[in-house]
C-alpha cells in the first residue's frame, strides 16, 4: 500500500462527529422492565440475589411503575408470586390470581402504562416445572399448553396489553393465539420467548421468583446452549403459530442467536438481559472492579448492534436515566 487509509480515523477523531454517524442506540423507549408482584407481602422486599430489584406488594405495584414511566420507561414485564402452589399451577390461572389482581390495580393508577405478563407455569407449581409432570417426572406438553391458554386469558380479561409465554412448551402459542381469538382479543399480540435456553444464567431469578425445579432441570424443554440449529427451528414454530414479536434469552451472550433472528424475520425481535447478566455487573460494580453506567449502556447497545428492537432488562430505569442524562 503507498499510503495509508485514514478514513475509519478521521470518523473518530472529533466526538461531534463520532456521534453524528454512530450507527446503534438505546433509547428509553425500547426497553422493557420486569417487576415482580407479591401476594403474600405487605411491603417491599428487596430480593437479595439481584440488588437494587425487590418484590412488590400488589398495591404498590404502581409505584415502580410511575417511576421508570417519568423516566421514559413504557413497557413492563409482570412475574406473580402466589400465596399458594400446586401440582397444576392454579394459583396462577384463575381470575383473582396475583397477576390479575396487579395487572386491574395498575390499570387504574397508570393506564397509561404497557402492560406484558410473563406466562408460565414454574411460579405456581408446587415442583417449579413450566408444565405439568407426570409420574415419571415428565414434562406432559399438550396438557400444559391448555393451562397455559387459560393462563393468557385470564391475564388478557384483567387488561394486560400483550403476553410473553415463556414455558417452551411445543404449540403454546398456537394454542394461545386461538384462545384468545375465540374471546375477540384478536388485538392482543404475543411476544413469544422463543429462542430460551437452558441457562444457569437464570439462577438469581430463581431465587426471585422462588421457581427452581425441585427436582431435575430443564433442559427436557428449554435448549442446550451447545447448538445454534434449534434456534431456526423454535422461531420458524412460534413465527408460524402466530407470535407477533419473537425473543432470545439470555442477552449478551447469545448476540449469535439474536442476529440470526433479526436477520431471518420481518417481525421485532427482543432478548432478555437476564437475572445472572444483571447480577454479575451489579456484584463487580459494587467491588469497584468495573464502571456500571457505562458496562450497562455498552451491553444494551451491543443488543441493538445484533438485532434487539427490544430489551428487557433490570437496569430499565436506570439506563434510562443514564441515556437522559448523556
Ligand atoms: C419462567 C422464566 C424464567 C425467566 C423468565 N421467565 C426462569 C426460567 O426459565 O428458569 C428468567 C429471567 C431471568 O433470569 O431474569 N420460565
Redesign the pocket.
Known amino acids: 500500500m503507498l499510503f495509508p487509509v485514514r478514513r475509519p480515523r478521521r470518523l473518530r477523531v472529533d466526538s461531534r462527529l463520532r456521534n453524528m454517524v454512530k450507527e446503534f442506540s438505546v433509547e428509553p423507549r425500547q426497553l422493557i422492565y420486569?417487576l415482580f408482584v407479591s401476594e403474600t407481602i405487605t411491603e417491599p422486599d428487596e430480593i437479595s440475589s439481584?440488588p437494587g430489584q425487590m418484590h412488590w406488594p400488589i398495591n404498590q405495584i404502581d409505584e415502580p411503575i410511575n417511576n421508570a414511566m417519568s423516566k421514559g420507561v413504557k413497557a413492563f414485564l409482570l412475574?406473580g408470586i402466589p400465596a399458594t402452589k400446586d401440582i397444576h399451577g392454579e394459583s396462577g390461572c384463575g381470575e383473582d390470581s396475583v397477576v390479575c389482581k396487579a395487572i386491574k390495580h395498575i390499570k387504574e393508577k397508570c393506564p397509561n402504562a404497557y402492560i406484558i405478563t410473563?406466562v408460565?407455569?414454574?411460579?405456581y407449581t408446587s415442583h417449579g416445572h413450566?408444565g405439568f409432570i407426570n409420574n415419571e417426572g415428565e414434562v406432559e406438553n399438550d396438557i400444559s399448553c391448555k393451562q397455559l391458554a387459560k393462563m393468557a386469558l385470564s391475564h388478557v380479561k384483567a387488561g394486560a396489553d400483550m403476553v410473553?409465554p415463556?414455558?417452551?412448551m411445543d404449540g403454546r402459542i398456537a394454542a394461545i393465539r386461538k384462545i384468545l381469538d375465540d374471546n375477540g382479543f384478536i388485538n392482543t399480540p404475543i411476544m413469544s420467548?422463543s429462542v430460551?435456553y437452558?441457562?444457569s444464567?437464570?439462577?438469581?431469578?430463581?431465587e426471585?421468583?422462588d421457581?427452581?425445579?425441585g427436582k431435575g432441570d430443564?433442559k427436557g424443554y428449554?435448549m442446550d446452549f451447545a447448538n445454534s440449529r434449534d434456534a431456526s427451528i423454535e422461531l420458524e414454530l412460534d413465527y408460524e403459530e402466530g407470535a407477533d414479536i419473537l425473543m432470545v434469552?439470555?442477552g449478551l451472550p447469545y448476540l449469535d442467536i439474536l442476529k440470526q433472528a433479526s436477520e431471518n424475520y420481518n417481525c421485532p425481535i427482543a432478548t432478555?438481559?437476564?437475572?445472572?447478566?444483571?447480577s454479575m455487573i451489579k456484584a463487580a460494580a459494587e467491588k469497584g472492579w468495573i464502571d456500571e453506567k457505562k458496562i450497562v449502556l455498552e451491553s444494551l447497545t451491543a443488543m441493538r448492534r445484533a438485532g434487539a428492537d427490544l430489551i428487557?432488562t433490570?437496569y430499565a430505569p436506570q439506563a434510562a436515566e443514564w441515556l437522559m442524562e448523556k
Open positions: 420486569p439481584m412475574f410473563d408460565c407455569l414454574c411460579e413450566c410473553a415463556s414455558d417452551m420467548y430460551k437452558a441457562s444464567f437464570y439462577g438469581p431469578f430463581r426471585a421468583a421457581s427452581a425445579p430443564r428449554q434469552k439470555p432478555y438481559h437476564v437475572s445472572g447478566e444483571y428487557i433490570y
